[in-house]
């Protein structure tokens, strides 16, 4: 059973910095994109980065500038190194992967880990 497992998030004081690290495991022989969503209290879920397993990446203009996306795609691991972090950037981040081709030679798709916490806050 593959499985996405988020890690790194903490509580900082503005402008601070975290690293978010997103690990697969199961048999897995590719991922597609991979990305980080993030879900504040009261909003909707929304993209913060995403990259493909080429390399190339796409930011939320929230982020732009302040966040890094980048993948291991030997570990299949995705991470998130999060820079200049404000109050606004508070929420759970989800890791997410589009497809990847499992046991049998069979592409699951849309798979999501549970959440890891990050609250930003003097």
């Known amino acids: 059973q593959v499985r996405l497992v988020e890690s790194g998030g903490d509580s900082v004081q503005p402008g601070g910095s975290l690293r978010l690290s997103c690990a697969a495991s199961?048999?897995?022989?590719?991922?597609?994109?991979m990305g980080w969503y993030r879900q504040a209290p009261g909003k909707e879920r929304e993209l913060v980065a995403r990259?493909?397993?080429?390399?190339?990446?796409t930011y939320a203009d929230s982020v732009e500038d302040r966040f890094t996306i980048s993948r291991d795609n030997s570990k299949q691991a995705v991470y998130l190194q999060m820079n200049s972090l404000k109050p606004e950037d508070t929420a759970i981040y989800y890791c997410?992967?589009?497809?990847?081709?499992?046991?049998?030679?069979?592409?699951?798709?849309?798979?999501w880990g549970r959440g890891t916490r990050v609250t930003v806050s003097s």
């Open positions: 199961g048999v897995i022989y590719q991922i597609g994109v």
């Open positions: 990259i493909t397993g080429e390399g190339s990446k």
């Open positions: 997410n992967a589009d497809k990847i081709l499992t046991s049998g030679g069979f592409w699951g798709y849309d798979y």
